[in-house]
């Protein structure tokens, strides 16, 4: 389903240019789980990017579900985002002093969905990410671990076909994180959502079934395991 | 989309109510100006037109004296004759009334009080002339006036000050040193254009005034209602070329009596407070530009601070134009608050305005409908360039912000 092929990103010009990505191929099939590791500054945010459409690479193709990304605009990369994508950050990125309901909804609002529809789905997605009863709060009224939650309701409310998490533990203490990765194993197996997740610390890795070690813009280890 | 915009912009402006009112003042002030100058301007109008036309419809005044330089002046003008007035009701075509009049400041009294009052001699015309009506009694006869009687008809001051507690029809007052006989009471005109009290009148027959009052035989002013407004220009035009005449003036020299028509004296009047209200309005312009400039200053500082909202909204699928138009909207929201504010505090100034200046309050709902639009148009104007810069942003950046 994602295919990206000689993908190089460079930041900057000439004395100061970075090369954060050099050349990297890398498939990833529908409803997989995919933890990306590596040493800081190797390039994993800026491959998520790439694969998040939030950002374009400077050379190479990338291929989403048989469409072309390469040369698209702005707009039809929003479109995209929209409509099959969904995004946790390390720093939870809700808005703040609007409540967790309404933080859910927003991707459906800028779909156009009508407002009882939109929040039943938003309901829905509270629900399954273990928040019931929390609509009304806002992101200053929960703990992290509930933010997080809120985020993953919030990137999953739209039926996304992936789900794109950078460090989405690097806030949370052990036992916080080990509950947001059963979360999003679980969302993997039972919605057949296909989860990209860039993560330093080994034990959240092993929840993936697949695991892409980065270095200096390269890929140098893909280690696929065998269904747990 | 342009509704959740909407909440999304009361919100907003909720959340920094000071700082949202504080960015306003500028279109409030603005707004109010535009308002309460228009308000009162045409409050003013309404007054010197209804002023003007309480003098009587259609009116020339024909009076002795003229402004232009080496004619002689008011006082030592030559007053009209009897011949004159006789010469006009031949010779005028297409006016109602030709009234000949002298008027005289003297001392009224009743019983044991006494006040001082413009007293008028007059004919019958005069109540035609000059639009009175009649709340008592009727006008004297043209057989009182043939005939010089002892008769008045008094104005509602003088009711209210010397006959307040009696049926002023039939009573006796004493006009300078001359006792007549109350025949009716004029209806209220109130104040002038000029700002004298119309109804502080006595009029009685001309030649009543003119053997008991004045001593003698002067008629110090005509006033001649024409027909219809169309007609007050060649009734103003044959009363000079008449008066001319009857009163030998040679063709080269200045006349030595003006005719007035009331009607372009009031034009002249509202003219002036309109170019008032024009160049105040220009000023509340000013006002409105500062304020434009004030919600682009603040809606510039919001998306700045907003930048990883902006980012957040984008990364999850806003389109750039959808966050244009939400901080479009914010502005406008903001601008038409300010708008309404500013209507508000406009009409509260004009209300007062009206109070002490005594002019009728004329609130105009086109103006009102003006300045909404108007503060949207600000909104939409001073927001677009902050907008633009939140709909540009990258949402990388934007989301690594702070
Ligand atoms: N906007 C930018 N401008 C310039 N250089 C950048 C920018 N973003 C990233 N880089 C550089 O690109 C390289 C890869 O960065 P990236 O953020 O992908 O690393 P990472 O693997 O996510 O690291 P970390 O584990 O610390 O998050 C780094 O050397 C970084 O300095
Ligand atoms: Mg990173």
Redesign the pocket.
Known sequence: MISLRNVT?T??EGDAE?R?LAGLDLDIAAGSFVAIM???????????NILGCLDTASSGTYNFNGIDITGLSRDARALLRRNYLGFVFQGFNLLARTTALENVELPLVYRGMARNLREEKALAAMQAVGLHGRESHTPSELSGGQQQRVAIARAIVSDPLVLLA??PTGNLDSERSHDIMRLLQKLNKDRGITVIM?T?EADMADYANRIIQ?AD?HIANDLQKGRT | MLWESFKLALRSVRRNVLRSILTLLGIVIGVAAVIALVTIGSGANEKISSDISKLGSNMLIVRPGNQGPGAPGGNEARSFTERDVEALRNGVALVRAIAPTASKQAIIVYDATSTDASVTGADQAFFVAQDWSFIQGGSFTESDVRAASNVCVIGTTIVSTLLPNVDPLGQTIRVGAMPCSVVGVLGSKGQSAFGTDQDNIVVMPLRTFQRRIAGNTKISNISVSANSPTAVKSAQDSITAILRETRHIGENDQEDFSVRDMTQIAATMSATTTLMTGLLGAVAAVSLLVGGIGIMNIMLVSVTERTREIGIRLAIGALASQVLTQFLVEAVVLCLLGGFLGVCLGFGLAGLASFFLAIPFAPDPKVVVMAFGFSGLIGLVFGFFPARNAARLDP??ALRHE
Do not use: L, N, P, Q
């Open positions: 990103r930041y900057g970075v954060a590596g040493a800081s500054g190797s390039g994993k945010s800026t491959t998520m950078d460090e860039v330093h980065f813009g | 990388i950046e």
